[in-house]
């Protein structure tokens, strides 16, 4: 049986869950305090597919506030981008475009069309905060071709699939090219 390795790069501001979403999958928990990812955070899924397994390494990269933070080697060769904002901050929305163009531009991905990606709307769960509309995410997701999710770190909605979609994605636009 075919097994196949593709990277996962996890983005976005501070404090939107992107630790959180990693943990939630990778070990069905969650925890309400937010501690800084200082470099890098490495992890790997296994996924089964009909035509084989594939593993997913998922790189949760700190640092992301200034530009340089961006220039790392934890970037390189990623095969799936996934950005990540918070729906209870407008100013975590406001940044994604920049971060989408410095890290496709700018960084080592190269701005190929092999790079796929899903734009991600975090902490769905609290809904009374939100200020960024659900509407709003899938426009901004189609604009820059990435699948658009609402997810929640905290209830696990979502979660999977996310991380499902990386797997298969990856597989679909890299498998024997
Ligand atoms: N209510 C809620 N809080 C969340 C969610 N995801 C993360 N948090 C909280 O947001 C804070 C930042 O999470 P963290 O994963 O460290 O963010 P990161 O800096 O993007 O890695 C923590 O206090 C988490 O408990 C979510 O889906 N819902
Ligand atoms: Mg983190």
Same mark, same amino acid.
């Given at each position: 049986?075919?097994?196949?390795?593709?990277k996962?790069?996890?983005v976005?501001?501070?404090?939107?869950g992107?630790?959180?979403?990693?943990?939630?999958?990778?070990?069905?928990?969650?925890?309400?305090?937010?501690?800084?990812?200082?470099?890098?955070?490495?992890?790997?899924?296994?996924?089964?597919?009909?035509?084989? $397994?594939?593993?997913?390494?998922?790189?949760?990269?700190?640092g992301?506030?200034?530009?340089?933070?961006l220039? @790392?080697?934890?970037?390189?060769?990623a095969? @799936?981008?996934?950005?990540?904002?918070?729906?209870?901050? $407008?100013?975590s929305?406001?940044?994604?475009?920049?971060?989408?163009?410095?890290l496709?531009?700018?960084?080592?991905i190269? $701005?190929?069309?092999f790079?796929?990606?899903?734009?991600?709307?975090?902490?769905?769960?609290?809904?009374?905060?939100?200020?960024?509309?659900?509407?709003?995410?899938?426009?901004?997701a189609?604009?820059?071709?990435?699948?658009?999710f609402?997810?929640?770190?905290?209830?696990?909605?979502?979660?999977?699939?996310?991380f @499902?979609?990386?797997?298969?994605?990856?597989? $679909?636009?890299?498998?024997s090219?």
């Amino acid at each position: 049986m075919s097994v196949q390795l593709y990277k996962a790069i996890i983005v976005g501001p501070p404090n939107v869950g992107k630790t959180s979403l990693v943990r939630r999958y990778q070990s069905d928990e969650f925890r309400e305090t937010h501690t800084a990812t200082i470099a890098a955070e490495l992890s790997a899924a296994s996924f089964e597919f009909p035509e084989g $397994r594939v593993v997913l390494t998922i790189a949760d990269i700190g640092g992301q506030e200034s530009f340089a933070g961006l220039r @790392h080697q934890f970037y390189q060769g990623a095969h @799936h981008l996934i950005m990540v904002y918070d729906v209870t901050s $407008r100013p975590s929305f406001e940044r994604i475009t920049a971060l989408y163009e410095a890290l496709t531009e700018k960084i080592c991905i190269q $701005r190929e069309k092999f790079l796929g990606g899903s734009l991600v709307a975090n902490k769905s769960d609290m809904i009374d905060d939100a200020q960024v509309a659900a509407h709003e995410g899938q426009l901004l997701a189609d604009l820059l071709t990435l699948k658009f999710f609402e997810t929640s770190a905290k209830t696990g909605k979502n979660v999977s699939e996310l991380f @499902h979609y990386a797997a298969a994605e990856s597989r $679909r636009l890299h498998f024997s090219r």
